[in-house]
């Protein structure tokens, strides 16, 4: 079976820098995504990784562990236009995307 | 670039009638769209794979007569939800690759189907 974990909701304040974890039981792994969606809207992709490592984008990064099936979003300087859901998401060797639950993040002022 | 579309945004349907949701790569070709579905508060669930000219590959316990996909063109994939019931009622949303990487997934920005 294919299962992924991420804690249901954060909370965090502006400026202030959050970690969303992800955890992955899947077969024929290639690598972890993550996608941010705002209410209503389309997921938009945040970044990728097939290595294990450190992935940075502007304010945000990306790490995966392979032998530990684990990865994390990193957000920092966090800004109110970041409160969405964040979702972690497999791609498996069937060219597919399995996504985790989502991580709905709350910033406040 | 990597535009998806999808039309209509909302739909409203009368139970027992058929709605047919477009997606649309605008600025590429997409070998390859894929079907989600999401509940409220919930993950993007995975329906069904279509390649361009080819039978749709559809995911355990998705009903392939009631959800039809036709993916004619590099750009244009249809859902159509047959024989539309109020639990069919969810955010339907097509997501398309074009390049050669795999995790390149640009997704539409979903269709609001309630079935009354």
């Known amino acids: 079976g294919q299962s992924l974990e991420q804690p249901s909701e954060v909370t965090a304040v502006e400026g202030a820098i959050v970690q969303i974890n992800c955890t992955y039981q899947?077969?024929?792994?290639?690598?972890l995504s993550w996608y941010q969606q705002h209410d209503g809207g389309a997921p938009t992709f945040l970044s990728y990784n097939a290595l294990d490592g450190l992935e940075e984008t502007g304010r945000f990064s990306s790490f995966l562990s392979r032998s530990d099936s684990y990865g994390y979003l990193l957000l920092q300087e966090l800004q109110m236009k970041d409160s969405a859901s964040y979702f972690c998401?497999?791609?498996?060797?069937?060219?597919?995307?399995?996504f985790g639950q989502g991580t709905e993040l709350s910033v406040k002022p | 670039g990597a535009v998806v579309s999808q039309h209509p945004s909302r739909v409203i349907c009368k139970s027992g009638t058929s709605v047919k949701i477009e997606c649309r790569s605008l600025d590429f070709q997409a070998t390859t769209m894929f079907w989600y579905r999401q509940f409220p508060k919930k993950s993007l669930m995975l329906m069904a794979t279509?390649?361009?000219?080819?039978?749709?590959?559809?995911e355990q316990g998705v009903e392939k007569d009631k959800f039809l996909i036709n993916h004619a063109s590099l750009t244009l994939s249809t859902l159509t939800v047959t024989s539309a019931h109020p639990e069919d009622s969810s955010f339907y949303i097509c997501s398309a690759r074009g390049g050669q990487k795999a995790y390149e997934q640009y997704f539409g920005p979903g269709t609001r189907l309630t079935v009354t």
């Open positions: 998401a497999v791609l498996n060797q069937g060219g597919k995307l399995i």
């Open positions: 899947t077969s024929g792994f290639y690598g």
């Open positions: 279509s390649n361009e000219g080819s039978k749709a590959t559809y």
